[in-house]
């Protein structure tokens, strides 16, 4: 099962940083929940709207670690944004059910998004 958990999330990053929203969405449970500094979310739809925006102000995104087990895994990347955050440093842990992606955790410092989310929300 570590092939597919590994296959799945592969798949998941890969699409959701090509900005490919039907292709992200394959990979999720239909019972989803994502959690990060800035939101949250309880289904794939809340999850999965802000992608475009987000994607359009990545220019690049560098792996540094994949971690694989049955059930979950963990991704640790660097994220560089055409914004005042420049490059943010992101781990990212998946908990998988029947091969599908049913949570996300994203775990990065925000203090440097804060500003920007205001000013967006102004």
Do not use: C, N
């Amino acid at each position: 099962m570590t092939a597919q958990t590994r296959e799945t999330v592969q798949a998941y990053h890969r699409a959701r940083f090509d900005g490919d929203v039907t292709a992200a969405a394959a990979e999720l449970a239909g019972t989803f929940t994502f959690r990060s500094p800035l939101i949250e979310s309880a289904d794939t739809r809340g999850h999965l709207d802000g992608l475009a925006a987000f994607v359009g102000i990545v220019t690049g995104v560098d792996l540094i670690s994949e971690l694989y087990g049955e059930t979950e895994a963990t991704l640790v990347y660097d994220v560089h944004t055409a914004t005042p955050v420049g490059t943010q440093h992101t781990a990212e842990h998946f908990r998988l059910r029947d091969g599908k992606i049913e949570a996300i955790t994203l775990i990065f410092d925000a203090t440097r998004w804060h500003p920007l989310m205001a000013a967006v929300q102004r």
